[in-house]
């Protein structure tokens, strides 16, 4: 499976700023979603990360609060835009592999976002 | 409207006592449904996917099965480094690669 990084590991942010987390995997992958974990909540996907054209966002997710950049096959970043205490989560990066396992979703270690 | 339910919400268990956790989900033309396993603070560490009813897997004291509209995980002899979340989620044939999470089963195992 890909190993797949993220930075920040954690943050801790004043409301009306905004945090770019970046998602970077050891090989290519077809695939790159970004997942939010609220507290205690399961994961609820904000969109896919399509490498040279626009994300594609689920419903209740909008490109202004959480603009997504893939400019290639191994590397995305999320932004979280005007951020408010409600943003408070952890941000999680998944990937589809190339080869192998094409089927399957691979998590990144996550960013834990702390508003205040 | 595809969805996964986890059951139970928690499960306390003693270490070597067996049991299973349940995942029922409701999706149209299932491609795919997998099983995570989260530890706190880190991201879903995957497990196993199944396909077509009938299927099993089974990864050390873990072991999946899958019928029409259910899923089990069962966990033989845990250990307390057994005690995570546990995540179902499916994939719909029709859906792309959208995954469905169910909101996952708390397994605390006791020594």
């Known amino acids: 499976s890909a190993v797949i990084s993220q930075k920040p590991s954690r943050d801790i942010c004043q409301r009306g700023t905004s945090l770019t987390i970046q998602c970077q995997v050891d090989?290519?992958?077809?695939?790159m979603f970004w997942y939010r974990q609220q507290p205690g909540q399961s994961l609820t996907l904000i969109a896919t990360?399509?490498?040279?054209?626009?994300?594609?966002?689920e419903s209740g997710f909008v490109i202004d609060k959480f603009p997504i950049s893939r400019p290639n096959l191994t590397f995305s970043t999320l932004t979280v835009s005007n951020m408010s205490p409600e943003d408070s989560s952890i941000y999680l990066c998944?990937?589809?592999?190339?080869?192998?396992?094409?089927?399957?979703?691979?998590f990144g270690p996550g960013t834990r976002l702390t508003v205040l | 409207e595809d969805q996964v339910t986890q059951s139970p919400e928690a499960l306390r268990l003693q270490e070597g006592e067996s049991s299973s956790l349940n995942c029922s989900y409701t999706v149209s033309g299932l491609r795919g449904l997998f099983w995570y396993r989260q530890d706190p603070g880190k991201g879903p560490e995957f497990l196993f996917t199944?396909?077509?009813a009938g299927e099993e897997k089974e990864k050390e004291r873990l072991k999946a099965t899958l019928t029409k509209k259910e899923s089990f995980l069962h966990i033989t002899a845990p250990k307390p480094e057994d005690s995570a979340t546990y995540l179902c989620?499916?994939?719909?044939?029709?859906?792309?690669?959208?995954?469905?999470f169910g909101a996952g089963t708390r397994l605390f195992v006791k020594a």
């Open positions: 998944s990937v589809v592999p190339r080869t192998g396992a094409t089927d399957t979703q691979y």
């Open positions: 199944l396909y077509s």
């Open positions: 989620a499916v994939q719909a044939s029709t859906g792309g690669f959208k995954t469905i």
């Open positions: 990360a399509n490498q040279g054209s626009e994300a594609t966002y």
């Open positions: 090989s290519q992958v077809t695939m």
